[in-house]
């Protein structure tokens, strides 16, 4: 899990809900191998791209962070998304280490 608490992760959530700002929860649901945090992890992102936590590290979140305002933009509920070798952009997304790591993402409301 996250070394982050999860209390302030959600407090921080609740205030942006209040001030009226789009959140979305990403949370890490499965992993393989190498991989900087573990199943559990979260992070909040509010539609404007201000993030608190962690799911990964360096390319990993700013793409989970695209991802999560993207799913706001377009009025999703929900979207796993999925990070390994495999990946045509492996090196560039931070993977190169041999790791998988799959990202559930939701938006959340009050």
Same mark, same amino acid.
């Given at each position: 899990?996250? @070394?982050?608490?999860?209390?302030?992760?959600?407090? #921080?959530?609740?205030?942006?809900?209040?001030?009226?700002?789009?959140?979305?929860?990403?949370?890490?649901?499965?992993?393989?191998?190498?991989?900087?945090?573990?199943?559990?992890?979260?992070?909040?992102?509010? #539609?404007?791209?201000?993030?608190?936590?962690?799911?990964?590290?360096?390319?990993? #979140?700013?793409?989970?962070? #695209?991802?999560?305002?993207?799913?706001?933009?377009?009025?999703?509920?929900?979207?796993?998304?999925?990070?390994?070798?495999? @990946?045509?952009?492996?090196?560039?997304?931070?993977?190169?280490?041999?790791?998988?790591?799959?990202?559930?993402?939701?938006?959340?409301?009050?």
């Amino acid at each position: 899990m996250s @070394n982050f608490p999860e209390k302030k992760i959600f407090e #921080e959530a609740d205030n942006w809900i209040k001030n009226n700002k789009k959140v979305s929860l990403a949370t890490v649901v499965q992993t393989w191998g190498s991989s900087p945090l573990g199943i559990g992890s979260r992070m909040i992102v509010s #539609e404007d791209g201000n993030f608190l936590g962690s799911v990964s590290g360096g390319c990993v #979140e700013a793409k989970v962070v #695209e991802e999560c305002i993207s799913l706001m933009k377009n009025k999703k509920i929900c979207k796993k998304i999925d990070f390994n070798v495999s @990946n045509e952009n492996a090196w560039e997304i931070g993977l190169a280490c041999g790791g998988d790591i799959s990202i559930y993402i939701e938006e959340i409301k009050q």
